[in-house]
């Protein structure tokens, strides 16, 4: 049987428990249809991954018992992916894709061309998690609220580095550009922006250029629409300088985990 895997907020130690949310007891109980005693696995983005089993406490209520660590928490690439938002079926394509692939925060941007005033967060943070879930990953990425572009560079951390992907074809090819890095560079923690729609406008290109740490890059000969960019950008880093030049582990001890869309 596939084992349902679920991103809990509780400390994980075995002989525990950790509550179990509304929607999650509803997804066990009433899509998945799982008994009590029903295996799960657990993560809560600090403890690792443990196996756990379900148990009822009331109609419509229930804890997960905490048994044995499967996976030891592991260090995770550090890159924020800084992105214009889109219409909501495509900002909801972004946070599920770029937790898929290891993003650690996602960050939206507001700049003069932005077309979507509103982020539901909410809604950006229960894809992400979902996506989480399904993946096996041990974190569920930080989603911020939006922020203005200008503020967020006035405020720009000192040591992390900037990727700018140029539409103005100012940059070199992506691979290109960052291979040639040093090591301290490649080492760094990142951030990757991408503009909206309608691109940045010149004064924000500008700004952009200013950090100190900023490499500024090109994708391609074709135009990319802003959720296909933001993917293969963050797609192409983490080829070149993140968890893919590394073995892929063995996931989720001697079973798979499932975690389907309702």
Same mark, same amino acid.
């Not at 990953?137 to 700018?164: C, F, H, N, Q, Y």
């Not at 990142?190 to 010149?202: C, K």
């Not at 293969?232 to 975690?259: F, I, K, M, V």
């Given at each position: 049987?596939?084992?349902?895997?679920?991103?809990?907020?509780?400390?994980?130690?075995?002989?525990?428990? %950790?509550?179990?949310?509304?929607?999650?007891?509803?997804?066990?109980?009433?899509?998945?249809?799982?008994?009590?005693?029903?295996?799960?696995?657990?993560?809560?983005?600090?403890?690792?991954?443990?196996?756990?089993?379900?148990?009822?406490?009331?109609?419509?209520?229930?804890?997960?018992?905490?048994?044995?660590?499967?996976?030891?928490?592991?260090?995770?690439?550090?890159?924020?992916?800084?992105?214009?938002?889109?219409?909501?079926?495509?900002?909801?394509?972004?946070?599920?894709?770029?937790? *898929?692939?290891?993003?650690?925060?996602?960050?939206?941007?507001?700049?003069?061309?932005?077309?979507?005033?509103?982020?539901?967060?909410?809604?950006?943070?229960?894809?992400?998690? *979902?996506?989480?879930?399904?993946?096996?990953?041990?974190?569920?990425?930080?989603?911020?609220?939006?922020?203005?572009?200008?503020?967020?560079?006035?405020?720009?951390?000192?040591?992390?580095?900037?990727?700018?992907?140029?539409?103005?074809?100012?940059?070199?090819?992506?691979?290109? %550009?960052?291979?040639?890095?040093?090591?301290?560079?490649?080492?760094?923690?990142?951030?990757?922006?991408?503009?909206?729609?309608?691109?940045?406008?010149?004064?924000?290109?500008?700004?952009?250029?200013?950090?100190?740490?900023?490499?500024?890059?090109?994708?391609?000969?074709?135009?990319?629409?802003?959720?296909? !960019?933001?993917? !293969?950008?963050?797609?192409?880093?983490?080829?070149?300088?993140?968890?893919?030049?590394?073995?892929?582990?063995?996931?989720?001890?001697?079973?798979?985990?499932?975690?389907?869309?309702?």
């Amino acid at each position: 049987m596939s084992v349902t895997r679920l991103f809990v907020g509780a400390d994980l130690a075995a002989g525990g428990e %950790a509550p179990l949310d509304e929607a999650q007891v509803h997804y066990l109980r009433n899509v998945m249809r799982r008994p009590d005693s029903s295996p799960l696995l657990l993560f809560n983005g600090r403890d690792g991954e443990w196996r756990g089993t379900l148990s009822s406490r009331g109609k419509k209520a229930a804890v997960a018992e905490v048994g044995e660590r499967t996976r030891e928490q592991a260090p995770e690439p550090d890159v924020w992916l800084c992105f214009a938002p889109v219409k909501r079926a495509r900002i909801d394509y972004i946070a599920e894709k770029a937790t *898929e692939l290891g993003v650690s925060v996602l960050q939206p941007v507001v700049t003069r061309h932005t077309a979507v005033e509103r982020v539901n967060v909410g809604r950006l943070r229960a894809n992400a998690v *979902e996506a989480a879930e399904q993946t096996e990953r041990l974190t569920v990425p930080e989603v911020r609220d939006s922020i203005d572009l200008g503020k967020l560079l006035d405020a720009w951390p000192e040591g992390r580095r900037l990727m700018m992907c140029d539409e103005t074809g100012g940059g070199p090819p992506i691979a290109e %550009a960052l291979s040639q890095l040093d090591e301290a560079a490649r080492t760094a923690p990142w951030a990757i922006v991408i503009g909206p729609e309608g691109g940045f406008a010149e004064a924000e290109l500008q700004a952009l250029r200013r950090i100190k740490d900023v490499t500024s890059v090109g994708l391609g000969p074709r135009i990319l629409r802003a959720d296909t !960019a933001a993917l !293969a950008a963050l797609a192409c880093w983490q080829a070149l300088l993140g968890d893919w030049r590394r073995p892929t582990p063995r996931l989720s001890g001697d079973y798979r985990a499932s975690r389907v869309t309702v």
